[in-house]
């Protein structure tokens, strides 16, 4: 990561989205939250509507001016909209252009193909680590990237006002900015989103296949797993197709991990398998913890609770009462029963309180 900090700069709009999906709109809620102009572009003339209609801005018109322009079009188009954004503002030096796609080397090497490196220079890649597995429009939040790493991507030929603009949205819309080169950010991602997407893509596809009554014993860890491989398949194709040197080989090393654990367990191998299993163990540790700390053992208090209004309401007014603070919640729901278990985590300490604070209110709980 590169960590020359760009010269301030001042973000005062107009501010133009080019596709108004849910990134998109997105942008748009949280630009005009900050009281910033807003205008909106889309080759569908509905979703524009309906950005609109949701407050995020209205439909650009020729001779707008905008200041910035945030290109949220599909992968497979994002290239060429940066290249046609660029050329229409050519006359126009102080347009910073930048886009919210997922993969940067081989999308910078296709502007600078398309515009020549002097134009290009006006371009500075951006990535928000944020999403939903719903899209569109209606979709969309101001609040999607609070709290949320979005990855800057400086070129060489950059100048420091463009970095720094875009660097003024980010913080804007409530999220981190990280400063990566286009590569690094391409390592990144492929390892910590394209090749988990995949591989639960994988996981969750032996589940299309299964007997129902193998279904009804799907828990919490299976959701886990699986949950983002509900992501649009034509969508996700899209980004890892675009990133795939760096996927390769990543499922490379998955491959091989996989071939590791057949070759332990067909030859009952205790002792290998426990070695990978607490490799896993230790990449979990390694994720980052609570505000980007480091991880800290989290005990679960498991509660259960009937499948009616009000009651989570009523279960943290007794965690609060208790004076422990919840670090993170989960829920499952009983398959045959109206009822449901909420997963309580807290501090390492705090566990066995919990677990006794909410007794003493009438909650059946276990650890």
């Avoid at 981190?176 to 394209?194: I, M």
Wanted: aromatic share 2%.
């Amino acid at each position: 990561m590169s960590e020359a900090a760009p010269r301030p700069a001042t973000l005062t709009g107009p501010v133009e989205i080019v596709g108004t999906g849910l990134l998109g709109t997105s942008i748009a809620l949280a630009c005009r939250r900050a009281g910033l102009e807003v205008l909106l572009s889309d080759v569908s003339p509905e979703h524009v509507r309906t950005a609109s209609g949701l407050g995020a801005g209205r439909p650009a018109q020729p001779g707008d001016e905008p200041q910035l322009v945030v290109v949220a079009v599909p992968p497979a188009f994002l290239g060429a909209e940066i290249a046609t954004v660029l050329r229409a503002r050519r006359s126009r030096d102080d347009v910073v252009v930048t886009d919210v796609g997922s993969v940067k080397a081989g999308l910078h090497a296709q502007v600078v193909r398309a515009v020549g490196p002097e134009l290009a220079a006006r371009y500075v890649g951006s990535h928000p680590m944020a999403g939903s597995e719903r899209s569109g429009p209606l979709a969309a939040s101001y609040a999607l990237f609070e709290g949320r790493p979005w990855a800057i991507t400086r070129h060489e030929g950059n100048p420091a006002r463009a970095v720094a603009l875009v660097e003024e949205l980010v913080v804007l819309c409530g999220a981190l900015p990280v400063r990566f080169t286009p590569e690094e950010h391409d390592r990144a991602v492929a390892r910590t989103s394209h090749v988990p997407h995949l591989v639960a893509a994988l996981v969750a596809a032996r589940l299309a296949e299964a007997p129902g009554e193998h279904l009804a014993l799907s828990g919490q860890g299976v959701r886990d797993v699986t949950r983002v491989a509900a992501g649009s398949p034509e969508l996700y194709g899209q980004i890892v197709a675009a990133n795939a040197e760096a996927v390769v080989d990543l499922l490379g090393q998955v491959r091989s991990g996989l071939d590791a654990m057949i070759a332990a367990l067909t030859a009952e191998d205790g002792v290998r398998l426990r070695a990978l299993l607490a490799r896993g163990v230790d990449g979990t540790r390694a994720i980052p913890g609570k505000h980007g700390g480091p991880v800290r053992p989290t005990p679960s208090v498991f509660v259960s609770v009937p499948d009616e209004p009000g009651v989570l309401a009523r279960l943290f007014a007794a965690a609060g009462e208790s004076e422990v603070n919840i670090e993170d919640v989960r829920i499952e729901h009983d398959l045959g029963r109206a009822v449901g278990l909420v997963e309580l985590i807290v501090e390492e300490s705090r566990g066995d309180h919990l677990a006794a604070s909410l007794e003493s209110r009438g909650w059946v709980t276990h650890r």
